[in-house]
């Protein structure tokens, strides 16, 4: 019996070892702006998790840092780092040439922030950098440069009859046979 | 009866819509040199690809219909409608090329909205676009405020015999100065003033509220021109939510409310008749709805405890109902923040708002104030009519730059333009229906594509079907040209394949 009993308990912890560790920690789901936004009463004041890039500015204020994380096609949410909570150095932020940083950020969630005038925010207790940013390639279109120099050329001869000597010109029609409009 | 069309009509709107066509090719290297300035080699391409294709288009339409008439009223709504068509399809050509835009449709919903100065868009990414195509976003705007003809008629037409009735087809219907082309330098003598100053003093808020420096003031211009054109647009997709600036808001919004005013008002200020502000109906007018709709918006987010106290809830919720009154767009709130917070209550006061919009020959859209005055003083008089004895004469008045008489005449066509309106947002609103959106979110978008205010509650995205995307489009026109020159438009090739058809019978 005994035997059983310790076989049965070797078990558990191993399969509690197995388990990974954030779902003993309960750590704070990971959540979207679109979520927190249709469902922002339900959110509200609760701890979550949030993914971002880091957006072109970091604004830097007297009580913190605010950052503005794009977590997908035009959505992007603010996120405000008290000067108490440790700010990692964010080495790029997004630019049309470059990819910003990746954040994952951890803290409360405002439907309405009272310390920021009703903003919709986050204050964060953490913020980790898990994806450092890159270059961006924006190739040139060698097709497309040909396009212009064809259709410049094209333009060219158009200015040029447009611009001769109206005289030259057999397109002006003052002397049109329809009556004159003028009213 | 409708005239005959002739050839010489199509060359006279040929013709001009080639030079407003120029102007807009000319337009795009303000976009190509910012993009150069801040080495986007692609970018920069793009743009000189449109300019060339834009540039091409124009000549080539002067070109082929050269000619020394000069447009009659028939000809400069005809022009003023097709060229905004016209400039919407080239100028779409830069988004397109960028990647942003999923489709030409799309791209052309965005450049219509710019010139419409809506602010609505269905670009994809906004937050990684490059500052060229940014610039050349909120230029749209800058410049659709102003007219493009009036940009036109500044640079490349002149003082024309027709000058005038193009600016009329328009909608920019104040004679400033007797001389039509004074009339169009004065607009953007204002408009530019202004630029200057929005962008020096945005700029520096943008730098104390912790942007680079480098930056800070195309953050400036762009907040500015968004603002001043009442357009909407910003630079991210979070627009003004992304400075989390307070300073950055009020600066923007004063911005908002000034061009939000007539342009004869801005003129009459500027020239020393100061007391104009007090005394303009429009002014009047725009105070009483800004009061209305702002007390049912307070109304509205107490009851159902949206913001946690009275200065959140005034940052918040006077923002937006100036930026939907000055028919703006600009938000510090999510658009679907409007439907899962504000509720119907909150969004009707908004609507409301919208439709109403800013005053006449201003950049903003709706009514106008100056209609809602003439409309109240109208149902004055009237009510002062059957109060007085059957023999009194009893004439109303109105207060716009002077004392103006209220006809039938006057408060008849204010009527009709606003019947217009309605009749587009109903149109709108009831497409969005038939697509199963809500009712108060129909309402709500289409009110704010028809008033070219460009708030949204969401229902706008590259994903909403195609069929309501172009509904959105004309009511954006439509709203911005104030009806006339699309219904001369419409008219005009009416009459054009009637005449072709007689020409058949007669050969």
Redesign the interface.
Known sequence: MKRRIAVYLGMTILLLALVPGHVLAQEPPLVT?TEL?????SWDGKTVSFRGEV???????SDG??L?L?DG????M?V?VPRTVSMPVISWT?D??TIGDTVVVTGVFH????D?????DIHATSVVVVAQGSTKD????PG??V??IV??L??VV??W??YRKPGE?P????D?Q?????? | MVRRVWREDFRIIGYYTGLITIGVGLLMLVPMVTSLVFREWQSAIDFGLSIVLTLLVGYLLALISRTRNTPGLTHAMVIAAASWLVAMVLSAVPYVLSGHALSLLDACFDTMSGYTTTGLFLLQDLDHVSQGLNMWRHLLTYVGGQGIVVLALTFLIGSTGGAYKLMVGEGKDEKLVPNVRHIAVQIWRISLIYLFIGTAVLGILAIASGMKPQLAFFHGAYIFMSAWSTGGFAPYSQNMLYYHSLPMEIVSMVFMILGSFNFALHYAVWTGNRKEILRNVEIVSFTITVLTTFSLTCLALMQRGVYPNAVALFRRGFFQLISAHTTTGQSNIYARTLVREWGPLGMLALTIAMAIGASAASTGGGFKGMRMGIIFKGIVTDVRKLLSPERAIVVGHYHHIRDNTLTDGAVKSAAVIVVLYVLIYVVGAVVGMAYGYPMADAFFESVSAGSNTGLSCGITQATMPTLLKVMYIVEMWMGRLEFLSVFTLFGFIAASFRSLKRQKVAA
């Open positions: 702006t936004v249709e469902h922002s009463a957006l072109e500015d970091v604004l830097a204020r840092t605010w503005n794009s096609n035009n959505s992007a603010g405000f997004e049309y040439r439907r309405a922030c009272a920021h005038q009703g903003e919709t924006n190739p040139i279109h497309r440069v396009w212009l259709l410049g094209a333009l158009v200015m009859f447009y010109d397109s002006v029609r003052g049109s329809e009556p004159r409009i003028r009213r």
